[in-house]
């Protein structure tokens, strides 16, 4: 029986799962029956990498779980960053049926980094391998043996115990990430083995950070800055980045209105008119990553916010890629069932993209060729993150079938760092062996950039809060409205993205040359609404619908906070006068 959250007050820790196995039957499909809230298959859904359920051998009760050759089975845990936690189970492995293994992985999608492989071997010998070393244990064959994994986010402490004695113990990031994502049984080539009474406990319980945003204080205005100040009031430090993104009807200037082309792949900027971002900058070679039973294999490059806005891309269209494309064949029949997909803002609890926004199916021209995949509706490129690239589905190796789809520009000196990811069918990891083969092609008219944040990433310290300057650009603009939103994203799992709509009236000065902006924040809005300019704001009134008079101030400066928690819920009509120009908006209070 599977128990979910059960405290356990004598210990001040809590039982977050366990399963006896007892509730299924012997000869069921492990996963399949099983609760899909925390077991799931390498590929979800995969009958091939599914265990059974058996009678031959049980720790407890009648059943364990059998794990064969390519049985390929996920434990999830979250993605949790602090905490202690304890992951035990009890293994069955007989002699001469090619031993066990299992692994810790980072992240609860599975591919992404592992802490460790432990492989039991069938002569009673077994290693953990970490920091790219062995570290040999031994146990005891055709008995069942517990196994118990310490994991101390903590201390960054990792301890391993074979029937209560300890087997290992080390820094548990060992170069790389303080997580803890999932365990993975997988049995490999030749191997046969059982498990039985798998508990997760956790001794002291996960922090994570907790992001609070002062919306009162986000806007400036044209003269003097204005400061969004981001609070941490968890324990792990907060992660963020904050971007501005624009709507597809912003105004542009006349100075920039002419269309331009870009190719999105490499980070070298040309003239502004003819914007060329080529990735590979070297001859292309293809490369494989083989793999035992079918599974769906991605390969995908990122841009971020500063890069597209750089590259004069926010504000296109992204219309086709050129993908690089290896050997589409195998036993001598053609894969045919490739596909471009394009996926939204990445948030920065896991890595890799967002959810796909735009694909299209293709068939490759030919073996190791460039294709050019168009999209049936372009993507407007808003400035938010950029992810593109193809997947196609490998149908699993023999002795004499290989793949090779995927492509590099083979020039890992010229590599841009942290934009080529690939997938194994699950989680994403960055890839180092060089530029993937991807070209975007987008075309249109680059929006102007006339919000910005600095700093623009860090990091906020438990307890602690950071300034965060923004301000605004009017060199560019038109005379109009202009819509915009500050994204906030973070690492907090309760408030992973906040989007922050900003609107500024831009209006030409009657006196002089200058114009004049005016900035309202945020609208709707239900307790404060921020009024700013690069000019001295005279007088402010607000009517309701009916005409009615409901708020008259005279600022005298540049920036006027309204609290209107008082009024009803409706349409507001805010005349704002500066030292020579006046506009009328309309405020939401809901």
Not at 49 to 78: C, M, Q, R, T, W
Not at 148 to 174: C, F, P, R, T, W
Not at 503 to 521: A, R, S
Request: glycine letters at 8%; one cysteine or more.
């Amino acid at each position: 029986m599977a128990v979910l959250f059960v405290s356990s007050l004598s210990f001040a820790q809590t039982t977050l799962f366990e399963d006896d196995i007892e509730s299924f039957t012997a000869g069921d499909t492990f996963v399949e029956n099983a609760d899909q809230n925390w077991w799931t298959t390498w590929t979800p859904g995969s009958v091939v990498e599914d265990a059974v359920i058996s009678s031959d051998y049980a720790h407890s009760g009648s059943n364990s779980v059998l794990f064969a050759p390519n049985d390929d089975v996920i434990l999830k845990f979250g993605d949790r960053a602090s905490g202690k936690y304890e992951i035990s189970f009890w293994i069955y492995v007989e002699s001469g049926q090619g031993g066990a293994y299992f692994n810790l992985q980072k992240y609860e999608e599975p591919g992404i980094e592992w802490a460790f492989n432990c492989v039991f071997n069938d002569d009673g010998t077994g290693n953990l391998e970490y920091s790219g070393s062995d570290h040999a244990f031994s146990f005891s064959l055709d008995q069942w043996v517990e196994i118990k994994n310490e994991v101390d986010l903590d201390n960054d402490l990792y301890k391993m115990y074979i029937d209560k004695e300890l087997a290992d113990e080390h820094q548990y990031s060992a170069g790389g990430e303080n997580r803890l994502g999932c365990i993975d049984f997988y049995g490999d080539a030749g191997m046969d083995f059982y498990i039985d009474d798998v508990k997760v406990v956790e001794v002291i319980a996960s922090t994570p950070p907790a992001a609070g945003v002062d919306l009162t204080e986000i806007i400036t205005n044209g003269t003097a800055n204005s400061i969004l100040n981001l609070e941490n009031t968890g324990v792990e430090d907060l992660y963020f980045h904050i971007y501005p993104t624009y709507s597809q009807t912003v105004t542009k200037s006349e100075a920039n209105t002419n269309p331009t082309t870009v190719q999105l792949g490499s980070f070298e900027k040309g003239e502004k008119e003819e914007i060329v971002l080529q990735l590979l900058t070297g001859d292309v070679s293809y490369f494989t990553i083989s793999t035992e039973t079918e599974r769906v294999m991605r390969e995908v490059i990122k841009f971020t916010p500063e890069q597209l806005d750089d590259f004069g891309a926010i504000g296109t269209e992204l219309n086709a890629v050129v993908c690089f494309v290896g050997e589409t064949q195998q036993d001598g029949t053609p894969i045919t069932d490739f596909k471009l997909s394009v996926y939204d803002r990445e948030d920065l609890l896991s890595p890799g993209p967002g959810a796909v926004i735009a694909e299209k199916t293709f068939t490759p021209s030919e073996e190791y060729s460039q294709t050019l995949v168009t999209f049936d509706e372009p993507v407007y490129i808003a400035g938010r993150y950029l992810w593109f690239g193809f997947q196609y589905t490998d149908p699993g190796y023999s002795d004499t079938d290989t793949i090779f789809a995927f492509s590099y520009d083979g020039n890992e000196s010229g590599m841009v760092e942290g934009s080529n990811w690939i997938s194994l069918g699950v989680g994403w990891r960055s890839d180092v062996g060089g530029n993937l083969g991807l070209i975007g092609m987008a075309s249109g008219t680059p929006a102007v950039n006339w919000l910005s944040v600095s700093p623009s990433n860090g990091s906020v310290a438990a307890n602690d809060n950071e300034d965060i300057t923004v301000s605004f650009d009017l060199t560019e603009l038109a005379t109009g409205v202009h819509e915009a939103n500050l994204t906030v994203a973070t690492n907090d799992p309760e408030n992973t993205f906040y989007d922050l709509p900003v609107t500024l009236d831009v209006l030409e000065g009657i006196e002089n040359t200058k114009n004049i902006g005016i900035m309202t924040y945020p609208n709707p809005t239900k307790d404060m609404l921020t009024i700013v300019s690069n000019y001295v704001i005279t007088n402010i009134t607000a009517t309701n619908i009916n005409g009615q008079q409901v708020y008259n101030s005279t600022p005298n400066s540049e920036k006027q906070e309204v609290n209107i928690d008082n009024l009803p819920d409706g349409i507001y009509m805010f005349t704002i006068k500066t030292e020579n120009q006046t506009v009328t908006k309309k405020i939401i209070v809901k």
